[in-house]
């Protein structure tokens, strides 16, 4: 039988000191330790003053599974995984791609449990340096932790509240990776990223995401820095902010929440237009407000049929008029919360704060409950 190839990627810039140490360690202790999987490296290196390819160059002659790909100048890491990635997809047919550190501050003992994760059917599984058995190092000072902590964490508000996935990963900016190839790293889009430096790396875990990765954590022990210095540069931060601002904005689903709330916000003004309008052409009390009501409903549907939602929008004229309908009955629960619940806290806390519940009742019950019944039930995507 044939066994599946893993390609560890190490990309290097200026790793002289360390890299002859990692290529023959991993060759020597780790390798041998895995036993199903056929075990390549491939450093990517971007012709590195310091002579790191010499280096690789010669390790070639002994290890026939060592791979160097040399970009003329420097390009950033996250230039280096795309070429590196395209290359042991197309060049050395892997199945599975590691990502790698050259500096030892990556423990190598983690590509076996890396490995292992994946045999029992993770599609992307990170090294995390936030849940048990994982750390930093001892000797960052406060201000790094501190820094590494509240990054982390805006990094994953930013890309994945409120779905699972802000919940389920915990440290978005690791560097050490396993990624299935097929069905995944195959179908990701490259060639479209925000950043060649470290912000590549928040935007692939959020494309590995979006295709629906079966994603689990291990612990990493982040060592210090020994020899040779750290590439970060001062506008790292800006980079990774820069990356995930950019990768949400365009997310589907965000800028469809951006436009719901937006058609939401102008029913709001037609409402107010409509009971203005009603009061001025003198009906009754209850007919303003229903008319005015009816009015707003309409503009919803409308323009969420048109703009939120043109992807599934209804163009034949019977069945606008059932999802109409349709819209009119989802819409009615709306009222119904709105009213049990406004009665139900003016009840609890008192008639004084009643414009002080209605926003409330908007935001978090009005609000997800139209989300969820345009989504679901009246702009309900066609199964493929
Ligand atoms: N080819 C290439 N080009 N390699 C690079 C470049 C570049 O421009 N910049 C960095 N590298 C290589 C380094 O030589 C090293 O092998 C690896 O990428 C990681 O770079 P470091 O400079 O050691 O990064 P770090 O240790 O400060 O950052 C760590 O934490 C980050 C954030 O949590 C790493 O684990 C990162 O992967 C992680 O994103
Ligand atoms: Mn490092």
């Given at each position: 039988m044939v066994k599946p190839k893993a390609v560890v990627i190490i990309p290097t810039y200026?790793?002289?000191?360390?890299?002859?140490?990692?290529?023959k360690y991993l060759f020597a202790k780790i390798f041998p330790l895995i036993k199903n999987w056929q075990m390549k490296l491939l450093v990517v290196d971007d012709t590195s003053p310091d002579g790191t390819y010499k280096i690789v160059q010669q390790l070639q002659e002994k290890h026939a599974d060592l791979y160097l790909y040399l970009n003329p100048k420097k390009m950033g890491i996250g230039y280096a995984y795309v070429v590196g990635f395209k290359y042991a997809m197309e060049k050395l047919s892997a199945d599975v791609?590691?990502?790698?550190?050259?500096?030892?501050?990556?423990?190598?003992?983690?590509?076996?449990?890396?490995?292992?994760?994946?045999?029992?059917?993770y599609d992307y599984v990170l090294g995390s340096r936030k849940i048990k058995g994982g750390s930093v190092p001892e000797g960052w000072g406060i201000k790094r932790k501190f820094f590494a902590l509240v990054g982390g964490l805006v990094a994953r508000f930013i890309l994945f509240f409120p779905s699972k996935a802000f919940f389920k990963i915990t440290d978005p900016t690791t560097g050490l990776k396993a990624s299935r190839v097929k069905g995944f790293v195959d179908r990701m889009d490259m060639d479209h990223l925000y950043s060649k430096k470290f912000g590549y790396k928040l935007e692939f875990l959020y494309k590995m995401v979006n295709l629906g990765a079966k994603i689990k954590e291990i612990p990493l022990k982040f060592k210090l820095r020994k020899v040779g210095s750290s590439k970060i540069a001062p506008d790292t931060a800006k980079?990774?902010?820069?990356?995930?601002?950019?990768?949400?904005?365009?997310?589907?689903?965000?800028?469809?929440?951006l436009k719901f709330s937006v058609?939401?916000?102008?029913?709001?003004?037609?409402?107010?237009?409509?009971?203005?309008?009603?009061?001025?052409?003198?009906?009754?009390?209850?007919?303003?407000?229903?008319?005015?009501?009816?009015?707003?409903?309409?503009?919803?549907?409308?323009?969420?049929?048109?703009?939120?939602?043109?992807?599934?929008?209804?163009?034949?004229?019977?069945?606008?008029?059932?999802?109409?309908?349709?819209?009119?009955?989802?819409?009615?629960?709306?009222?119904?919360?709105?009213?049990?619940?406004?009665?139900?806290?003016?009840?609890?806390?008192?008639?004084?704060?009643?414009?002080?519940?209605?926003?409330?009742?908007?935001?978090?019950?009005?609000?997800?409950?139209?989300?969820?019944?345009?989504?679901?039930v009246i702009w309900k995507k066609k199964a493929s």
């Open positions: 200026n790793e002289a000191e360390t890299i002859g140490k990692m290529i791609v590691i990502e790698f550190d050259g500096d030892f501050q990556h423990p190598p003992e983690t590509i076996p449990v890396l490995l292992s994760e994946i045999n029992r059917g980079d990774i902010f820069h990356s995930v601002i950019l990768c949400r904005l365009n997310d589907e689903t965000t800028s469809r929440f058609v939401g916000f102008i029913g709001y003004l037609v409402n107010a237009f409509g009971l203005w309008l009603f009061a001025k052409l003198g009906f009754l009390e209850g007919f303003i407000w229903l008319l005015a009501t009816e009015l707003a409903i309409i503009s919803n549907f409308t323009w969420n049929n048109l703009w939120t939602f043109s992807q599934q929008k209804f163009t034949k004229s019977m069945t606008i008029l059932k999802k109409f309908l349709q819209f009119n009955l989802t819409s009615s629960g709306a009222l119904v919360i709105q009213t049990v619940m406004g009665t139900l806290l003016t009840f609890l806390f008192g008639t004084q704060y009643r414009q002080l519940y209605l926003p409330l009742i908007i935001v978090f019950m009005v609000l997800p409950y139209n989300w969820l019944m345009y989504n679901r």
